[in-house]
């Protein structure tokens, strides 16, 4: 009768709910990230923050006016990139000849410059996503 009593009591009392951690977009087999939102508890959201990689040994990664198009910007490794969604929640990710591209805008908080909108390669070799819950907005 103790343990029945302790059970209806323990299914009573309101347990603590785990807050659920941010995903980030996941590449597929080839490194390809083909989309820049995420699937949430209530539906999809939006990864604006990437990070350019160090695997391209110190080179910098082109940032392109159009997908494949004309360099506008070259950005360094560690640079933050905020990806930059269309309106009507649509993908900041467009394919072009079969190769995803991430729209995106970077500012160098050191020399104030900014790379203006650009697309680059959306492949782990050049960029990675960065966790929302671990980034806060400093204004």
Not at 24 to 41: C, E, I, K, L, Y
Not at 69 to 96: P, W, Y
């Amino acid at each position: 009768m103790k343990r029945l009593m302790i059970l209806a009591l323990a299914l009573l009392l309101p347990t603590p709910a785990l807050a659920q951690e941010a995903g980030v977009p996941r590449p597929n087999d080839r490194g390809d990230f083909m989309t820049a939102r995420v699937r949430g508890v209530a539906g999809y959201y939006n990864n604006h923050k990437w990070l350019v990689t160090d695997l391209m040994d110190g080179i910098p990664l082109n940032c392109r006016r159009t997908p494949n198009g004309e360099v506008q910007a070259r950005l360094k490794s560690g640079a933050t990139l905020t990806a930059i969604f269309s309106q009507g929640n649509r993908d900041a990710i467009t394919m072009h000849n079969g190769k995803p591209w991430l729209r995106v805008r970077s500012i160098n908080p050191v020399y104030n410059r900014d790379s203006g909108i650009c697309y680059v390669r959306a492949n782990v070799n050049y960029i990675v996503p960065i966790n929302q819950d671990y980034v806060s907005d400093v204004h």
